[in-house]
């Protein structure tokens, strides 16, 4: 079988030019969305308002220069009135051009809301369309915090990209030919060299620290996945006595993140440093020749005031804009690393033509099934049998044997790489994915619950249930009482996993999930595992009731739970050796009746 390449969630591997063009690109129709026409009325609001705000930006420093002069050389009239009359639109002006900003910021906000939410849930749902085995190799942290930094990078790409360097570069501009058509080349070539220059050093700089916040990223990455990884298995680390050792993992893990936090931080000092003495040196050299041009009679006062608050107009932005762009990189690191999520191609698709499963009594067939996890090691080699319609047929055999990846198999997880399984004659691979899981209803061996009310986890496979279609499921299943006795019922919430609850409540829960279902076809994974002998018979009794005319397949270790079946299957090494009933086995004395004699000595022995 072939992998896909796999890629590191925490964005670890360098991205080129091209892949950053790429992630800008994807980004174009959230800020344009289809078929919304009122976000993209608000787009163009934001636009109108962005140009706006930076023309009486640019604006402002003239009536400055204006109320400069007229105070410098007052008219004997308008000695007061003029400069007061100046100094007003002045302060006008800084309100309209901050109000401006405010209302773009107003108007845009929900495009960008809009983006965040569209793209989380598509990432969200490509998730789970993506294959079991995707999950298997992949960290949870690493993962969800792919998703958390990169639905993050879209709101500050699209607000930053818009409304800081668009606008910064626009006011740039602005400023060059002001100063051009005032006070000729020199003044324009200074400041625009001096820009340039920066803008130049600012991203050399910043690519090559690029590598420090990658390392950065991806060591926080890992100390937030053990952090994640070793709370979830919080009963197992207090079981073990292993809290000192799960310390020193997560001390490696973060002494790593210090160390590239380190080399990051005095890389950003270094930038910050080459920054301030570019802007300080083209300050310098243009107030120089502004001081030059009034002492020369050239130039007003207020013309060396207007060139100086342009220059420190520009200085702000430009200083944000150092800081900026280091930020769009990260957030196309991050970005990128969700797109690669998102890039993912499933295991398990449906066939382009694949139709609804058509259910005809639930007839389970498979066919020369071979399959393996990894190339090298088949895990099953060439199983066929049956399970005709309303009968029941139990996998019994040793641990590694191969009987939870029949299950794997039933639900689709894994396509087989030889052989077919058929329901009712239709190959799972020419139905939808979503049509098979809704005709199965399982019980799990390891029943894992939701942090919900114990009602939502009994609905969780039909979540329009009534709570007295709930509570009948619950009775079948012996937890009714149970849950009357909780403090808040029904209601009551079972903890992450549910490990408020036993190991036999959780199993219960599953087994009244499936009650509810009232599915097609059951499949009972060690169902009973995880209960006591009194409770196995009490649930023994709602199990064959749920199971009658239904096809059922149970996937047993513990023999005395599948007695009844019509037809048992031993299974050693991914290969059937023996078949027949419970009777019939035992009387062949072969690889069932050993496994009987050994169990049933156990349970004497326990007794």
């Not at 920066?198 to 420090?212: E, M, N, Q, S």
């Not at 114990?454 to 299943?477: C, K, M, T, V």
């Not at 849950?483 to 992450?496: F, H, I, K, S």
């Not at 995880?530 to 709602?542: C, K, P, V, Y």
Request: net charge neutral; charged share 25%; aromatic share 8%.
């Amino acid at each position: 079988m072939r992998r896909r390449r796999s890629y590191d969630a925490a964005g670890g591997a360098a991205a080129p030019a091209d892949t950053d063009w790429r992630t800008l690109r994807a980004l174009l129709p959230l800020l344009w969305p289809a078929g919304e026409p009122g976000l993209r009325g608000r787009v163009v609001v934001a636009m109108l308002l962005l140009a706006l705000a930076k023309a009486v930006t640019v604006g402002v420093p003239v009536l400055y220069k204006q109320a400069v002069d007229a105070l410098a050389h007052p008219a004997a009239p308008l000695a007061v009135v003029a400069p007061v009359g100046l100094l007003l639109a002045y302060g006008v002006a800084r309100t309209m051009a901050g109000a401006f900003a405010e209302l773009r910021d107003i108007a845009f906000i929900a495009v960008a809301q809009r983006a965040v939410r569209v793209t989380g849930l598509a990432v969200f749902r490509h998730l789970h369309r993506l294959g079991l085995r995707f999950h298997l190799d992949r960290r949870t942290g690493e993962v969800t915090q792919a998703i958390d930094r990169g639905t993050r990078a879209i709101e500050f790409l699209l607000r930053f990209l818009l409304f800081s360097i668009l606008p910064t570069l626009l006011e740039i501009a602005l400023v060059v030919s002001v100063l051009w058509g005032l006070y000729g080349g020199v003044y324009a070539v200074i400041t625009g060299g001096t820009i340039a220059l920066y803008i130049a050093f600012t991203l050399v700089v910043t690519d090559w620290r690029t590598r420090f916040r990658r390392e950065m990223n991806r060591t926080e990455t890992d100390a937030a996945a053990r952090a994640v990884e070793s709370l979830i298995n919080f009963e197992t680390v207090k079981a073990f006595g292993a809290e000192a050792h799960e310390a020193e993992r997560y001390e490696r893990s973060l002494r790593q993140y210090e160390q590239a936090a380190t080399r990051s931080k005095v890389s950003l000092s270094l930038l910050n440093i080459g920054q301030g003495a570019i802007i300080a040196a083209g300050l310098t050299l243009v107030m120089i020749c502004a001081a030059r041009d009034v002492a020369a009679g050239t130039m007003s006062v207020g013309d060396f005031v207007l060139v100086n608050s342009y220059l420190v107009q520009l200085y702000l932005p430009l200083n944000f804009l150092g800081a900026v762009y280091r930020e769009i990189r990260q957030s196309l690191t991050d970005l990128e690393a969700m797109y690669r999520l998102l890039a993912e191609r499933p295991e398990v698709a449906d066939a382009a033509d694949a139709r609804p499963l058509r259910l005809a009594g639930g007839e389970i067939r498979f066919e020369g099934v071979r399959f393996g996890y990894q190339p090298e090691r088949e895990i099953l080699g060439g199983i066929d049998f049956t399970v005709p319609a309303g009968r029941t047929v139990a996998i019994v055999g040793p641990s590694g044997a191969g009987k939870s990846t029949l299950s794997r198999l039933l639900f689709r997880f894994y396509d087989v790489e030889a052989g077919s399984i058929r329901i009712d004659g239709q190959d799972l691979r020419a139905v939808t994915q979503a049509s098979l899981r809704a005709a199965i209803g399982i019980v799990p061996q390891d029943a894992v619950l939701f942090n919900d009310t114990l009602a939502a986890n009994i609905a969780y496979g039909r979540p329009d249930a009534s709570q007295e279609q709930i509570e009948r499921a619950a009775r079948l299943a012996r937890i009714h009482h149970f849950a009357l006795a909780l403090p808040d019922g029904y209601a009551t919430r079972v903890g992450e996993r549910g490990l408020k609850l036993s190991g036999g409540e959780r199993q219960r829960v599953a087994i009244a999930r499936a009650i509810l279902k009232q599915p097609a076809i059951l499949l009972f994974d060690e169902a009973t595992s995880a209960l006591d002998s009194q409770t196995e018979r009490e649930i023994q009794d709602s199990l064959r009731e749920l199971s009658r005319h239904r096809t059922t397949l149970v996937i047993a270790h513990r023999l005395s739970t599948v007695v009844e079946a019509d037809e048992i299957l031993v299974l050693e090494e991914g290969r059937i050796v023996e078949r027949g009933r419970h009777d019939t086995l035992l009387a062949a004395g072969g690889t069932y009746a050993a496994m009987w004699c050994r169990q049933h000595a156990v349970t004497e022995e326990t007794d």
